[in-house]
C-alpha cells in the first residue's frame, strides 16, 4: 500500500554534529513535502518544504533533499544543538485534493 | 498573534459522553483541518474546510462532525464517546493552496475511560 514511512525511529546525535533524517514516500504523484517538528506537548511546528519540481532547499541550518526517482526525503539539520531534540515528521501532499499524509516521526536526541 | 487556538488542553470523558473541541485561528486562513495523533503514530486526517460552509471528510471521520459557520472556527463534535478515540487532538490552518503548509495548534488531550 501507499505509505510515508520514516527509515529510524530514534536518532541520537551528539551536539555540534550534523543530523539527518530519512523519509520515504510511494507515491509517485506527490508534489509537496513539509518538514515538521514536534516538541513534547507542542503541536507540529513548520520547518521547511520543497516542492517536487526542486531537488534541494536551504534554510536557516536545515536543507531539505528530495530524490524523486528513489521516493526518498532527507532533513539535514547542521550543528545540532539541543534545542533541536524532537521528533520530526514529513507530510506529503500527493497531487491532488488537499490532504497532507504524516510519517510516524523520528525521535532526534542531541547529547550534550 | 495568537495563530491557532484549541480548548480545552485536556479533557477526561466517559463513553458515550459527547464533547465539542474548539478551535479558531486569528491568520485568516480559508483552509482548517483536524487531525488526531496517536502514541507513536503520525497524524491522521479527520475532517477539513476550504472555506466558511464547506467541510470535507478525511481518512478517519468516523465518529466525528464538523461545522464552520465563520472563516476563524472550526469544532469537532464528538457525540458518543468511545474508548478507541482516545488520542491527542490538533487544529490546523493554512493559507487557501494546497501547496502551503499549515500552522498547528497545541492540541487537545482527550482520554475516554
Known amino acids: 500500500g501507499e505509505s510515508v514511512g520514516l527509515h529510524l525511529p530514534t536518532l541520537s546525535v551528539q551536539e555540534g554534529d550534523n543530523s539527518i533524517i530519512n523519509c520515504a514516500y510511494s507515491?509517485?504523484?506527490?508534489?509537496?513535502f513539509i518538514w515538521y517538528k514536534q516538541e513534547s506537548g507542542k503541536g507540529p511546528q513548520f520547518i521547511i518544504d520543497?516542492?517536487?519540481?526542486?531537488d534541494k532547499r536551504q534554510g536557516q541550518r536545515v536543507t531539505v533533499l528530495l530524490n524523486k526517482t528513489v521516493k526518498h526525503l532527507s532533513l539535514q539539520i547542521a550543528a545540532t544543538q539541543p534545542g533541536d531534540s524532537a521528533v520530526y515528521f514529513c507530510?506529503?501532499?500527493?497531487?491532488?485534493?488537499?490532504?497532507?499524509?504524516f510519517g510516524t516521526g523520528t525521535s532526534l536526541t542531541v547529547i550534550p | 498573534n495568537a495563530g491557532v487556538t484549541q480548548t480545552p488542553k485536556f479533557r477526561i470523558l466517559k463513553i458515550g459522553q459527547s464533547m465539542t473541541l474548539q478551535c479558531t485561528q486569528d491568520?485568516?486562513?480559508?483552509?482548517m483541518y483536524w487531525y488526531r495523533q496517536d502514541p507513536g503514530m503520525g497524524l491522521k486526517l479527520i475532517y477539513y474546510?476550504?472555506?466558511?460552509?464547506?467541510?470535507d471528510k478525511g481518512e478517519v471521520p468516523n465518529g466525528y462532525n464538523v461545522s464552520r459557520s465563520t472563516t476563524e472556527d472550526f469544532p469537532l463534535r464528538l457525540e458518543l464517546a468511545a474508548p478507541s478515540q482516545t488520542s491527542v487532538y490538533f487544529c490546523?490552518?493554512?493559507?487557501?493552496?494546497?501547496?502551503?503548509?499549515?500552522?498547528f495548534g497545541d492540541g487537545t488531550r482527550l482520554s475516554i475511560l
Open positions: 490546523a490552518s493554512s493559507y487557501s493552496d494546497r501547496n502551503q503548509p499549515q500552522h
Open positions: 507515491n509517485s504523484a506527490s508534489d509537496y
Open positions: 520543497i516542492r517536487s519540481n526542486m
Open positions: 507530510a506529503e501532499n500527493r497531487g491532488t485534493g488537499n490532504q497532507f499524509y
Open positions: 491568520m485568516n486562513h480559508n483552509y
Open positions: 474546510s476550504v472555506g466558511a460552509g464547506i467541510t
